[in-house]
């Protein structure tokens, strides 16, 4: 059984939109689960009657992205511990053939553990192709010139990591549940939870085809200042867990720079988001030192 884990934040219009880029015959054969982060928010119950299929699972509190899937991947892992579950962010679509491509995928490859999309944004721009992570400087490019053709077969890629827009767990290859690191609210939750199971030996690749179109942060951007302290924070959180001390110094310095630069500008939304994220940080490092 395929599994749609949708986390929403108040974007009950982009569910919809996302639902409905999915063929008919596509969606009776799958079970949407989303884990609604927006206790309050009651605009998702009228989907309730329109897809039989679907399942409203409340949060307690905005439990922040990772903390989300983890509730939805618990609930799906306790009923059907050997299915497929493909998280999807609410401000995306779906390309008409994308959910046989990932059936094919995994029927192929049967020992794929993590699965990621080629995707793009909304003006026809790749946004992801395929992660990479240089521990030794911190980077973690996404975007390498690859051929995408129309109609392909289903083939993949081996990447490093996936982006957690679109990113497929085989739930029958792991031990136990996987779980993301709820020390990320929000960004590089994706980045952590591919590399400690790269760490570990499991299979992770990525679609040679663009099967995803994201409005790039349709969501996020509602609070610039919001984002950008928990950007900041999951970074530098990300660096001390899986760089190098020189990786984790050099972004450090870079940030640091970055807010001053802002604070120039007076650019507020800017320069405190991201000294509020480097505060976290650092208290964080101080309550407890690795």
Same mark, same amino acid.
């Given at each position: 059984?395929?599994?749609?884990?949708?986390?929403?934040?108040?974007?009950?219009?982009?569910?919809?939109?996302?639902?409905?880029?999915?063929?008919?015959?596509?969606?009776?054969?799958?079970?949407?689960?989303?884990?609604?982060?927006?206790?309050?928010?009651? %605009?998702?119950?009228?989907?309730?009657?329109?897809?039989?299929?679907? %399942?409203?699972?409340?949060?307690? =509190?905005?439990?922040? !992205?990772? $903390?989300?899937?983890? *509730?939805?991947?618990?609930?799906?892992?306790?009923?059907?511990?050997?299915?497929?579950?493909?998280?999807?962010?609410?401000?995306?679509?779906?390309?008409?053939?994308?959910?046989?491509?990932?059936?094919?995928? !995994?029927? =192929?490859?049967?020992?794929l553990a993590i699965? $990621?999309?080629?995707?793009?944004?909304?003006?026809?721009?790749?946004?992801?192709?395929?992660? #990479? !992570?240089?521990?030794?400087?911190?980077?973690?490019?996404?975007?390498? @010139?690859?051929?995408?053709?129309?109609?392909?077969?289903?083939?993949?890629?081996?990447?490093?990591?996936?982006?957690?827009?679109?990113?497929?767990?085989?739930?029958?290859?792991?031990?136990?549940? @996987?779980?993301?690191?709820?020390?990320?609210?929000?960004?590089?939750?994706?980045?952590?939870?591919?590399?400690?199971?790269?760490?570990?030996?499991?299979?992770?690749?990525?679609?040679?085809?663009?099967?995803? %179109?994201?409005?790039?942060?349709?969501?996020?951007?509602?609070?610039?200042?919001?984002?950008?302290?928990?950007?900041?924070?999951?970074?530098?959180?990300?660096?001390?867990?899986?760089?190098?001390?020189?990786?984790? *110094?050099?972004?450090? $310095?870079?940030?640091s720079l970055k807010?001053?630069?802002?604070?120039?500008?007076?650019?507020?939304?800017?320069?405190?988001?991201?000294?509020? $994220?480097?505060?976290? !940080?650092? #208290?964080?490092?101080?309550?407890?030192?690795?």
């Amino acid at each position: 059984m395929l599994y749609l884990l949708i986390i929403n934040y108040y974007s009950t219009d982009l569910i919809q939109l996302l639902l409905k880029s999915i063929p008919a015959p596509d969606l009776a054969n799958l079970h949407i689960l989303i884990v609604n982060n927006s206790p309050d928010d009651l %605009t998702l119950q009228p989907l309730t009657p329109i897809y039989p299929n679907l %399942t409203l699972l409340s949060a307690p =509190e905005n439990l922040g !992205f990772g $903390g989300g899937c983890n *509730l939805g991947l618990n609930w799906i892992y306790e009923r059907d511990p050997h299915s497929i579950v493909w998280l999807i962010n609410p401000d995306t679509t779906l390309v008409d053939a994308a959910i046989p491509y990932i059936h094919t995928c !995994f029927a =192929e490859h049967p020992h794929l553990a993590i699965l $990621g999309t080629q995707i793009q944004d909304s003006q026809g721009n790749s946004w992801f192709t395929q992660g #990479q !992570f240089n521990r030794w400087l911190g980077s973690l490019p996404h975007q390498r @010139p690859i051929a995408s053709l129309e109609n392909p077969p289903a083939k993949i890629i081996p990447s490093r990591w996936v982006s957690g827009c679109s990113l497929i767990l085989n739930l029958a290859q792991f031990e136990s549940c @996987p779980q993301f690191d709820t020390h990320y609210f929000l960004y590089y939750e994706d980045n952590d939870l591919c590399e400690r199971y790269f760490k570990q030996g499991y299979f992770i690749a990525v679609t040679q085809t663009i099967l995803v %179109t994201h409005q790039v942060s349709a969501t996020s951007d509602r609070n610039l200042k919001a984002k950008l302290h928990h950007a900041t924070f999951s970074k530098l959180y990300f660096l001390q867990q899986h760089g190098t001390p020189l990786a984790l *110094l050099l972004n450090l $310095g870079y940030l640091s720079l970055k807010i001053i630069l802002n604070w120039i500008k007076q650019n507020p939304d800017n320069y405190q988001g991201r000294w509020q $994220g480097l505060q976290q !940080f650092l #208290q964080s490092r101080v309550s407890h030192p690795s």
